[in-house]
């Protein structure tokens, strides 16, 4: 079975803190994308990424980077956590060969709270 | 950035009755998806319609996709209770890079 795995469902930190979160995914996807969903507000894209050491930015970058060091994961990170980046964290990844826009796989979320 | 626009926000139905949501988005685009997200969890996919399609059947699920209206409908019949969650049209971004997704449609059906 297909699988995107998110290393952490819940975490709390402190403004100000540098905080890493982490996907996986084992379908040798070669897209991953990371997006937060907030109520009112949806989905909203941070960063994908296309290719090892490849990154593009999404719609809301600010406050964020990523790292994609292999193939199979994708990093999320926040250099100096801020009370406005608590949200709901989704990774996914898709296939290449079905274009950028192919059927996106999603893991279970991380939901951060900055305190 | 292109959003897909889903109304109604909300819908409340009884079971065995048919839930019907829509989308909006806005450039041209040559595919477009529906997920749909249990509460609190991750999306999961549903169907994907092609721009040369008008229709597509998977299960109790039909899609329509206009694009001379840049809109697509999602219809549930005979709903179950089971089929409570959020649901989300995904068109491409204008780069055609990634999925752009709206604050989705939430279904309640009760029993």
């Known amino acids: 079975d297909v699988k995107v795995t998110q290393s952490s469902r819940y975490l709390v930190k402190r403004t100000g803190e540098k905080v890493f979160l982490e996907c996986v995914q084992d379908?040798?996807?070669?897209?991953m994308f990371w997006y937060r969903q907030d109520p009112g507000l949806g989905l909203r894209l941070i960063y994908f990424s296309y290719d090892v050491k490849m990154k593009e930015k999404g719609d809301i970058p600010e406050g964020y980077s990523v790292s994609r060091e292999k193939k199979e994961r994708f990093s999320l990170i926040l250099e100096s956590a801020s009370t406005n980046q608590t949200s709901m964290y989704l990774c996914?990844?898709?296939?290449?060969?079905?274009?950028?826009?192919?059927?996106?796989?999603f893991g279970e979320g991380s939901r951060l709270t900055v305190l | 950035s292109q959003q897909g626009e889903e109304d109604p926000q909300a819908l409340s139905i009884q079971e065995g009755e048919n839930a019907t949501m829509n989308c909006s988005y806005k450039?041209?685009?040559?595919?477009l998806q529906w997920y749909r997200q249990n509460s609190g969890r991750g999306l999961v996919h549903l169907i994907l319609?092609?721009?040369?399609?008008r229709e597509k059947h998977s299960g109790r699920l039909r899609v329509t996709l206009d694009t001379s209206k840049k809109s697509s409908s999602l219809l549930i019949t005979a709903s179950r209770a089971a089929d409570t969650a959020s649901y989300f049209c995904a068109p491409p971004n204008q780069a055609g890079t990634a999925l752009i997704f709206g604050k989705g449609t939430t279904l309640s059906v009760s029993s």
């Open positions: 996914a990844s898709s296939l290449s060969g079905s274009g950028n826009t192919g059927e996106l796989f």
């Open positions: 319609i092609r721009s040369n399609e």
């Open positions: 379908m040798d996807h070669e897209n």
């Open positions: 450039t041209s685009i040559n595919n």
